[in-house]
């Protein structure tokens, strides 16, 4: 009989079951490993994969909805936003065609600062592959690429203010100067597309690029710019038999005010047109947006290359500005450059005490944001003090606020300013405050508040160099009497205040601006804690008020206007410096007040909307594009209504004491 054996069971081996334990011994090492392994790779993580990860993120996002922007219909956005919003209105220009008018007088566009295109002739190594590309304009891929060589060949001679030996940059010609800022982000785009649906094309559209960098003289010297906009001007009025209507922008009203100048006055210094050339070429002049007494935001800009937007950037985060966490010390790159510039000197505010205040007075005092057009008086302002508006500069709120018996001021003028090591380290962001010491800074601070009679001594003591080439170009006073032969020099030309209006008693001039946004007036600053490689100055974000109707927000107080330009600045000359025969308008040329309130678009879709304020974005408001063709189709001033006023400029006109 087989026998049966019986099979042992795993469990019975206990050699086996040492084994097993030690498999077992051996998963949870693995699984513990493992748990370990991932908890490393999670603390692996940095802030810059974490900000690499969001960048991508965001890269992949807009790629993939620029992809269904460029497929889908060229009419679908249109058709989501009315189905939002409702039927959008015609176009100025199709409306306008509906009425029957069409093109007559030929238009010539004058941009301002930063908005016209520059390209490479000529450059250094690090730009052999950049020949006729653009250097301000379009993409600005080259900024990121090689932001060093980019800042060299912007820069203009710190002595000269022309051309850096070796390097050309020019500005581009014809309207795609300046149609477009960037891609998608419009300039003169959407006034030409308008004025082209009346019959307007390039046989009688000009556009008057320049190298918005230069003094205005010296584009002539080394352009001929001002040459160039006199023979286009003069064939465009033989070839259509009419006047032209000239439209300048921003800066390009101060540039269009000196050509006016320029060309009347007799050679070499001028253009030899002779005195009637502006009472036959040009049937009105349509500023918008025009800093014909000087901007703040410029003054600012100058100082301490800041604005708001950057005080207020610095209040979200300090550590980023403040504390130059990255070493690449962005705002004394961008001051050295900028300083460099001699047109952003014509707009430091002009006329001195008596046109912006003094220490305990201003035009706009009493004005509080929201409340000024729509008469609303609320309890908080009937309260609230008003700002000392006429003080440009304040060290400290206090100094801001108290009355000028209060305050206790030394003179900086004759201050010693001492000598600053900062001069052996900081060559790559070589400032002119490196030259000052800390006496002079110093010095600067303890002067406590500076109206607009302190500002040109002010900024001579902390750039010299900047302020001496201004001198040979630029004048910021209020002229006592116009027939002094001193004024025919051309470094008055851009002075509304220093200079007369031609002879042109058929010609209108019209200043178009846009209002209810707070703009820029006055700032409080403070002394920065590390002064040798830092700008020593800084606009003091953290003196604000929480009320929605207090004039002062991250340290600047603000007045009405466009976002840049205050309305007193826009305004002041076509209400009251050039309103009938005065000794700044002899031949009583016909002047119009034309503001336009800001009302935001209500969504996305409707991009930077057609009832914009805004500094740039007015030029896409339709109100104003209407204006402007009908002018250029034949009508007056009277024909549109005469002024258009919704701000109290003519109140804060009449407080100027102003000798007309």
Not at 45 to 63: E, H, K, P, S
Not at 132 to 143: A, C, E, Q, Y
Request: glycine share 8%.
């Amino acid at each position: 009989m087989a026998s049966i054996r019986r099979r042992k069971q795993p469990n019975d081996d206990p050699h086996h079951s040492t084994s097993t334990a030690d498999e077992d011994d051996d998963d949870k090492r693995n699984k513990l490993s493992l748990r370990r392994t991932r908890k490393r790779r999670t603390k692996n993580y940095t802030c810059v994969d974490n900000c690499c990860w969001l960048i991508g993120c965001i890269c992949t996002v807009w790629w993939f909805l620029l992809f269904l922007y460029n497929t889908m219909p060229a009419s679908f956005p249109q058709y989501v936003t009315e189905k939002i919003t409702g039927p959008l209105p015609d176009p100025p220009g199709v409306k306008c065609l509906k009425e029957g008018l069409e093109a007559k007088h030929p238009v010539v566009f004058v941009p301002g600062i930063v908005t016209g295109g520059l390209e490479l002739w000529e450059g250094h190594q690090c730009a052999d592959d950049l020949f006729r590309k653009r250097l301000w304009g379009g993409t600005f891929g080259d900024v990121y690429k090689r932001p060093s060589c980019w800042l060299q060949h912007m820069s203009l001679d710190n002595e000269t203010g022309l051309d850096p030996p070796g390097i050309r940059i020019r500005p581009v010609s014809g309207l795609v100067a300046a149609d477009y800022f960037a891609p998608g982000y419009f300039v003169w785009a959407v006034l030409i597309a308008n004025l082209a649906r009346v019959g307007y094309e390039e046989k009688n559209m000009y556009m008057a690029a320049y190298d918005w960098r230069l003094s205005f003289q010296s584009t002539e010297v080394r352009d001929q710019t001002l040459s160039r906009i006199k023979s286009n001007i003069e064939l465009m009025v033989e070839i259509s038999g009419q006047k032209a209507v000239i439209i300048p922008h921003s800066m390009g009203v101060l540039y269009f005010l000196h050509f006016m100048k320029w060309v009347e006055a007799p050679p070499p210094m001028g253009g030899g047109g002779g005195p009637d050339w502006c009472a036959k070429h040009i049937k009105a002049v349509m500023n918008i947006g025009g800093p014909l007494l000087g901007a703040p935001k410029a003054l600012a800009g100058l100082f301490s290359a800041e604005a708001k937007d950057i005080a207020f950037a610095r209040g979200i985060a300090p550590g980023v500005l403040d504390a130059d966490v990255f070493h690449i010390q962005t705002l004394q790159h961008l001051m050295r450059m900028s300083r460099t510039w001699d047109s952003t000197m014509s707009m430091i505010p002009k006329g001195g005490d008596t046109i912006w205040g003094g220490l305990d007075w201003s035009p706009e005092e009493g004005y509080f944001p929201n409340n000024t057009r729509k008469n609303i008086t609320s309890q908080s302002n009937s309260q609230a003090k008003s700002p000392n508006y006429g003080r440009f500069i304040s060290f400290g709120r206090d100094a801001a606020e108290a009355h000028s018996s209060q305050i206790q001021r030394v003179d900086f003028r004759d201050a010693v300013k001492g000598s600053n090591l900062a001069n052996n380290t900081c060559r790559e962001v070589w400032t002119e405050y490196h030259d000052m010491g800390s006496g002079g800074i110093k010095a600067i601070a303890e002067y406590k508040i500076y109206t607009a009679n302190d500002l040109v001594d002010m900024l001579k003591f902390v750039a010299p160099k900047m302020m001496k080439r201004s001198d040979r170009h630029f004048s910021h006073g209020l002229a006592d009497n116009l027939d002094d032969p001193k004024y025919a020099h051309y470094r008055y030309w851009s002075n509304a205040l220093e200079t007369k209006l031609p002879n042109a008693p058929d010609m209108e001039i019209y200043s178009m601006y846009g209002v209810g946004i707070q703009t820029e007036r006055a700032y409080v600053y403070k002394l920065t804690p590390a002064t040798e490689c830092y700008i020593p100055f800084q606009i003091n974000n953290t003196a604000g008020d929480t009320n929605p109707h207090a004039c002062l927000k991250d340290g600047v107080y603000t007045v009405d206007g466009d976002e840049t330009v205050p309305a007193l600045s826009a305004g002041f000359m076509c209400a009251k410096g050039w309103r009938g025969e005065t000794r700044f308008n002899p031949s009583g040329i016909k002047t119009y007040v034309r503001e336009y309130e800001n009302n935001p678009p209500s969504n996305f879709l409707e991009g930077r909307g057609t009832e914009s304020g805004a500094h740039v974005d007015i030029l896409g408001n339709f109100q104003l594009i209407e204006d402007i063709i009908r002018v250029a189709a034949g009508a007056s001033g009277e024909d549109l209504g005469g002024d258009r006023v919704s701000t109290d400029i003519f109140k804060w006109s009449e407080k100027i004491n102003l000798k007309l």
